[in-house]
C-alpha cells in the first residue's frame, strides 16, 4: 500500500553515474513498487502498475536533489483478484475517492559512513493525508544503469486506513527499486 514511499531512494543516485542537474523521468517501465500486507494466519503481496514522476539529481549537492512521484492507486495489484478489489474498495484506499497517492521528498541526506547509503525525508500523501516519512536508500551502479533500492515499514492507520483492525496487522512493508540508465555525457 505504501510502495511508493520507497521512491524517495531514487534521489540518491551516486555521483559517478550521473551529471548535475539531471532529470529522470519515473514510470512503471523503470519503478517497481510492492507492498507486502500481514495477519494472523499469513500475509498479501502487492504492487502499483502505474506512477509518473521526477527525480532530479543534484551531483555536486545532494541535498538540492528532489522526488516527486504519484502513483495511481487504481493501477494496484496483489496476489489474490478479490483481495485487490477489496483494497481499492472504500474499506481500504478508496481509489474512487482517492485516485492518486503522492510523494515529495523534503530532504536527501548521505551517510557519512557508508558509501551510496541514504537518508530519505518527505511526505506522503494518501487517503486525503499527509505524512512525514524517513527511511534508508542504498544504490548500485553496473552496466550503466543505477539500481536505487530501499525497504520501510508504515503503519496504515496514520492515512486513516484502519479496516480489519485486530485481523489485519497495522504495519505495511513497502519495496522500491528504481532501475535508471545514466546519461550520455
Request: hydrophobic share 35%; no cysteine; net charge positive.
Amino acid at each position: 500500500m505504501k510502495s511508493f514511499l520507497l521512491l524517495l531512494a531514487a534521489s540518491s543516485l551516486p555521483v559517478s553515474a550521473l551529471r548535475a542537474a539531471d532529470e529522470h523521468k519515473l514510470s512503471g517501465d523503470n519503478t517497481t513498487i510492492k507492498f507486502t500486507g500481514t495477519k494472523k494466519d499469513g500475509k498479501h503481496e502487492g504492487s502499483f502498475k502505474k506512477l509518473d514522476g521526477t527525480l532530479s539529481v543534484d551531483p555536486a549537492d545532494m541535498t538540492k536533489s528532489k522526488l516527486e512521484v504519484t502513483i495511481d492507486i487504481a493501477s494496484m495489484t496483489t496476489d489474490d483478484a478479490k483481495l485487490t478489489n477489496h483494497l481499492k474498495g472504500p474499506d481500504f484506499f478508496d481509489a474512487k475517492a482517492h485516485p492518486k497517492a503522492k510523494f515529495v521528498s523534503k530532504s536527501i541526506r548521505a551517510d557519512k559512513d557508508a558509501k551510496d547509503k541514504y537518508t530519505v525525508t518527505g511526505e506522503l500523501t494518501m487517503h486525503g493525508k499527509t505524512h512525514p516519512v524517513t527511511f534508508p536508500a542504498t544504490t548500485a551502479t553496473a552496466d550503466g544503469t543505477t539500481t536505487v533500492s530501499g525497504e520501510v515499514a508504515i503503519n496504515r492507520n496514520d492515512w486513516g486506513i484502519s479496516y480489519g483492525k485486530g485481523k489485519v496487522d497495522d504495519a505495511v512493508k513497502l519495496n522500491l527499486e528504481v532501475k535508471l540508465k545514466a546519461k550520455a555525457k
